[in-house]
């Protein structure tokens, strides 16, 4: 129901967009996160966008580089990334959180997952 892709491998600095298609459940009125995993770490909070696409949370580490953005109307949510550094190498997940309210930056409250994109960024 989530469909994750447009990672690669990026020369620090460059620029790369991830979208996550979803269908079903995870359209329109969930609110939608990214999520990353290096391997051997923690799965860390990346950002997240309310159903409406009204409200945005960054993760500091990323806050002024990247943006998150949805278009409803095709069920789609992206990831801009700009300015990459080496340490945003991850697998990038996106997942879907159907509770109403205030969008969360636990990936405990996420229900639904896609499978992962792959981001290198080389130094």
């Known amino acids: 129901q989530l469909q994750a892709f447009g990672g690669g491998l990026v020369q620090a600095g460059g620029s790369l967009r991830l979208s996550c298609a979803a269908s079903?459940?995870?359209?329109?009125?969930?609110?939608m996160g990214w999520f990353r995993r290096v391997p051997g770490q923690e799965r860390e909070f990346v950002a997240v966008?309310?159903?409406?696409?009204?409200?945005?949370i960054y993760a500091d580490s990323v806050k002024g580089r990247f943006t998150i953005s949805r278009d409803n109307a095709e069920n789609t949510v992206y990831l801009q990334m700009n300015s990459l550094k080496p340490e945003d190498t991850a697998v990038y997940y996106c997942a879907a959180d159907p509770r109403v309210g205030f969008p969360s930056t636990m990936d405990a409250m996420y229900n639904y997952w896609g499978q992962g994109t792959l981001v290198t960024v080389s130094s």
């Open positions: 966008i309310s159903s409406s696409g009204s409200s945005t």
């Open positions: 079903g459940r995870t359209s329109g009125s969930c609110a």
